[in-house]
């Protein structure tokens, strides 16, 4: 006989129904499925054959190779050519033969009533519900997710939908036995257009009766949007699920059920999507049938799907434990209470509870001695007093104790006093990963280290099954020390690390000219010199480079590293203000001889030291700029952290003008820049001078950001107006260029073109970008000085012109 005959299912349908088999997915899943499943994929082979065009001639093809073959005709040829002809009209045909079983697939159908209610809600219901969420009821987290009717828990909808429709297709005469399986029916047709009979052929639902209008219209207008809606509760769910048990695998053990519903669910609805968007080509809602976060929903299906077999052990060691210590203790006191049990069935209801607690992960193959996988019944961490297991005796896991600071954990063993330890494990490994030498002056980039810390982070987190610790918060209790110049123990950390070399290795060395800041490459390059070992300073203070010692010491890391730099700005301020007071009178009369050239140009050589500024003011660039690149490495590592911490941050900085109270302008600039956002005012810089308070190669253009954020920290130290003092400054600079423009000595004018560059840095704000308050703002300082009537005609606009030639605004020209 065929395989295709139809004579074995029927044959199959009525043993079921002579020996009245009892379908309800409640009390027997595994026979009720296997039951409706059978029917369905009879169905579906037939109306496939039916859509096959030419399964005659294919039949007659067949029956010829055969015989060619074989030297003889298919037996059950003619049995096959009479279904091809008794199913032209397949369902009609159906409808007939499955006219004795319409109770028993009525009573199955019936079953899934219940069921299929509950599982086609809404999102909002699900969001009332608080579906698959485990931090909604916080208390019962370490409580198993156990149901009843486990595995419909996460039977498919898309399943149940395809048992429904196609059960009452060929059994219509059981939709008037009852008003259920009426309103099953309806519910069904209301909730898709298309069913599923193989890969991309479908059935189109509604369009066999013509009285099923109303379920129609009722799916066309409504399931889209109730799709859309479970999708969109669903990415939620499934992220914050993923998150937390990524965080604590140990969860996996009780909750493994709504794992397997979140899976369900979301493979219905990308099912759903995905059929539904290619045969839905007319309608009012095209977005109800596309979903452009669709990806998202399949990534996090995989992501947990990963989680669940790389934590795989987790589930084995929990429900064998369920098994051997809950649910044979149940069932032996089940039996115990049975009124009557015969003497051989009690035997072997016996035996039943006799392995059930025999059961065992030994010899598995994620068998670890000493399992501390949570198991019910136990306190909260593991079973009994071996929670802490043969594994408590390694040093590892002693050290770790070490530094989470536990004392034991409940059902552990109580008293139990954590070894003396020097440094615990964790805080030891991650110092040494920087490989400090303050003797050389070595370290390793902060980049290898973060990559490092990521490995052995993950290594971690591995041990958290082996010893029974919350390795989640001992790595984030490291993390955090590792952000403070010191660690509990008193020990030095990253922070201090990474502060002390690139002051006293990178900066120091930039100090001398071996170091010189690139703009373009926005880092500090090496000068290359003969007889001198090879040493990038790129491959330290580059963009990647900031980011990676952000991530690795955090803002508080941050802030001590800036107010250690700071700290050296201060003490070159210190220098300068006593080369100021050295050369007072003499600049009090060049101030006041501003207009007057040829007074200038005798008091000029009376200035002492005058290399000495150049080269303190230098430094005080150089750290600044270094400064400046640690900050915008912090900005976009905090900007990807919180980033909705960083918008109003940013907006805070944008309602700040001239004329606010300058206790408010620091104050939020202060905010401002612990998040790496650069400011007009630096209120570190401000916050050091006030505490001191008293009365291309040789980096020379770093000088352009020192004499910014110098003189405006100055200026709002001393109470004075920044943009009046700076339009002074700008003027004397100006007068003191063109004197430089014509002097004859060569001598005194070899650098005229440094000072060129040097003034347009300083109209631009100190570097390519503009200043720190925007682009261009010292091209406003400019224009507002040539608009100003006491200017001299020297800087009238013939000179503006010349000048927009050295520091063009937008378009080439200046900003006037």
Not at 516 to 526: D, E, K, N
Not at 680 to 705: F, M, Q, R, W
Request: overall charge negative; proline content about 6%; some cysteine.
């Amino acid at each position: 006989m065929s395989p295709l005959s139809p004579d074995h299912v029927y044959e199959l349908l009525n043993t079921i129904d002579a020996n009245q088999c009892f379908f309800d997915i409640h009390v027997n899943y595994d026979f009720t499925k296997g039951y409706l499943d059978l029917v369905v994929t009879y169905v579906s082979l037939v109306l496939l054959l039916a859509r096959t065009e030419d399964r005659r001639a294919l039949v007659g093809m067949y029956h010829c190779a055969h015989e060619m073959s074989h030297g003889a005709s298919d037996p059950s040829f003619a049995r096959l050519g009479q279904m091809l002809l008794e199913y032209e009209h397949p369902l009609k045909k159906l409808t007939e033969e499955f006219g004795p079983h319409t109770k028993v697939g009525r009573d199955a159908l019936l079953s899934l009533h219940f069921l299929f209610a509950r599982r086609n809600q809404g999102a909002e219901q699900w969001r009332s519900d608080q579906l698959l969420s485990l931090l909604s009821t916080a208390g019962a987290m370490l409580s198993p997710a156990s149901s009843d009717t486990m595995a419909c828990e996460y039977l498919s909808l898309e399943v149940m939908e395809r048992w429904i429709l196609m059960g009452f297709l060929v059994c219509p005469g059981a939709l008037g036995m009852s008003p259920q399986c009426l309103e099953l029916w309806r519910l069904a047709l209301q909730g898709s257009l298309y069913l599923t009979l193989l890969r991309d052929e479908v059935l189109q639902v509604h369009k066999r009766v013509a009285d099923l209008k109303e379920c129609k219209e009722h799916a066309v207008a409504q399931s889209g949007p109730l799709h859309r809606g479970r999708r969109a509760y669903l990415r939620g769910a499934v992220r914050e699920l993923e998150a937390l048990l990524e965080d604590q695998p140990g969860l996996l053990g009780p909750k493994a059920l709504f794992v397997f519903m979140a899976l369900s669910f979301c493979r219905d609805e990308v099912s759903w999507l995905v059929r539904h968007a290619e045969h839905v080509t007319k309608t009012k809602t095209p977005e109800d049938f596309t979903d452009s976060h669709i990806a998202e929903m399949l990534f996090l299906m995989e992501q947990l799907r990963s989680l669940v077999r790389r934590q795989v052990g987790v589930l084995q060691r929990y429900h064998v434990q369920y098994l051997a210590r809950f649910d044979a203790l149940v069932l032996s006191e089940i039996i115990q209470n049975l009124s009557v049990c015969p003497e051989e069935e009690s035997i072997i209801l016996s035996s039943f509870v006799s392995s059930l607690s025999a059961l065992s992960v030994k010899g598995g193959r994620d068998h670890v001695p000493g399992d501390t996988a949570w198991g019910p019944g136990d306190t909260a961490w593991g079973p009994g007093d071996t929670a802490w297991g043969p594994m408590s005796s390694h040093p590892a896991a002693q050290q770790l104790r070490g530094g989470s600071g536990d004392t034991g954990a409940p059902g552990g063993p109580t008293g139990w006093v954590p070894p003396p330890q020097p440094r615990p494990v964790p805080f030891r490994a991650v110092v040494a990963m920087a490989g400090y030498s303050q003797a050389t002056q070595e370290v390793a980039r902060p980049s290898e280290v973060l990559v490092g810390l990521g490995a052995y982070v993950t290594f971690i987190q591995s041990l958290a099954h082996l010893v029974g610790l919350d390795t989640g918060r001992i790595i984030r209790s490291v993390l955090l020390q590792q952000t403070q110049p010191r660690d509990a123990a008193g020990e030095q950390t990253l922070t201090t690390i990474y502060t002390n070399w690139y002051l006293e290795a990178l900066l120091r060395q930039a100090s001398m000219g071996a170091i010189v800041l690139a703009p373009a490459l926005q880092a500090f390059t090496t000068v290359p010199r003969e007889g001198e070992p090879s040493f990038s300073a790129a491959e330290f203070s580059d963009v990647s480079e900031m980011r990676a010692l952000a991530e690795l010491i955090g803002p508080y890391g941050m802030k001590f590293l800036s107010d250690n730099l700071m700290w050296h700005v201060s003490s070159q301020v210190t220098e300068l203000k006593k080369l100021v007071n050295e050369n007072m009178d003499t600049l009090v009369q060049l101030r006041s001889s501003s207009c007057k050239p040829e007074q200038m140009a005798a008091l000029l050589p009376r200035l002492t030291s005058a290399d000495n500024v150049l080269k303190r003011m230098t430094i005080i660039g150089e750290i600044l700029s270094f400064r400046a690149m640690a900050q915008q490495g912090l900005r976009e590592v905090f900007s990807h952290h919180c980033p909705f911490l960083m918008g109003p941050i940013e907006c805070l900085t944008d309602v700040v003008t001239p004329d606010t109270d300058i206790q408010v302008t620091l104050s939020i600039f202060e905010l401002a820049s612990a998040a790496g956002i650069p400011c007009e005012i630096d209120p570190a810089l401000v916050n050091v001078l006030a505490g001191s308070k008293t009365g291309y190669n040789n980096n020379i253009h770093c000088l352009a950001k020192a004499i910014i954020h110098v003189s405006a920290a100055l200026f709002t130290v001393h109470n004075k107006n920044i943009e009046t003092h700076l339009k002074e400054f700008l003027l004397l600079a100006s007068v003191s260029l063109l004197q430089l423009g014509q002097e004859t000595d060569k001598l005194r004018a070899r650098n005229r073109d440094s000072v060129c560059l040097l003034m347009h840095l300083v109209s631009s704000g100190g570097s390519r970008g503009g200043a720190s308050g925007g682009p261009g703002g010292g091209l406003r300082v400019v224009s507002l000085l040539c608009r100003a009537p006491a200017v001299p005609r020297l800087l009238q606009p013939p000179w503006c012109s010349a000048f927009a030639q050295l520091c063009p605004g937008p378009g080439g020209r200046i900003q006037l």
